[in-house]
């Protein structure tokens, strides 16, 4: 007996989803919430690694702080490590957008301005990272997603790039055309690093909001939450706003 013609025509697509799956691609899951919220960005952003939990990591502490009895928030995870906006760029519509999320927050820079061993510049320009930054939100804003950016939190200050000079230096640019591009597309904007800055200058020691000067442990965690907070709130009761007039 053949095989029915459309267990053939189906195969490929069990394929192609076997393949995803292997790769670590998002599954989509029906929304069961009022809103979903994305947190895109790298290692910062995925949070968990040795001595912090995903109980503490900031996407689960907004999630908490987010819902409440009338409204049902979840945050879902888009971070990976080592990851610049270029890359973050090129995996938008198979990991982001598929999800069809109602608000994603953004915050790379750390790893776009960072000075490698052997190198003299940072891994992608300024020029670049704006570049790509602007179609990050440009290809959300055509899917009518609401867009946050955020800048990214200060290194400590023993950190080293591989000038043999503190990250901040180079970082400090990227941080100046995030808060630019919010400004020109008229965006929220989170600005951790300048809250970093601020508090270090207050004399906090950031060493002991990080777990190696550069990752958030669950002090730096709690720091970016209660950050996230005064400008998410506003976003997300205007979504449920709007979303209770259309009915």
Wanted: one cysteine or more; glycine letters at 6%.
């Amino acid at each position: 007996m053949s095989r029915p013609r459309f267990l053939c025509l189906f195969t490929p697509l069990l394929l192609l989803m076997s393949i995803a799956s292997c790769q670590g691609e998002p599954t989509y899951k029906e929304k069961t919430t009022d809103v979903r919220v994305i947190v895109l960005g790298d290692s910062i952003t995925k949070g968990v690694r040795t001595g912090v939990a995903a109980d503490e990591i900031y996407q689960y502490l907004v999630e908490q702080k987010l819902s409440t009895p009338e409204r049902t928030v979840e945050v879902l995870n888009e971070g990976i490590g080592g990851e610049r906006t270029d890359q973050a760029l090129a995996r938008l519509d198979r990991t982001v957008i598929f999800q069809k999320p109602d608000i994603v927050t953004i915050m790379y820079g750390t790893n776009d301005s960072y000075v490698d061993s052997g190198k003299q510049a940072s891994r992608l320009t300024v020029a670049e990272y704006r570049s790509n930054l602007k179609e990050i939100v440009n290809r959300l804003q055509n899917e009518r997603i609401q867009v946050v950016l955020m800048t990214s939190p200060r290194w400590g200050a023993p950190a080293k790039n591989g000038l043999s000079e503190n990250p901040n230096l180079k970082l400090e640019p990227f941080v100046e055309a995030c808060r630019a591009v919010a400004e020109e597309m008229q965006l929220p904007l989170v600005d951790h690093y300048q809250h970093w800055k601020e508090a270090e200058s207050e004399g906090a020691n950031l060493s002991n909001w990080t777990t190696d000067e550069c990752h958030p442990n669950a002090a730096g965690h709690q720091q970016l939450a209660d950050v996230m907070m005064p400008v998410l709130e506003p976003v997300v009761k205007s979504l449920k706003m709007d979303a209770a007039k259309a009915e």
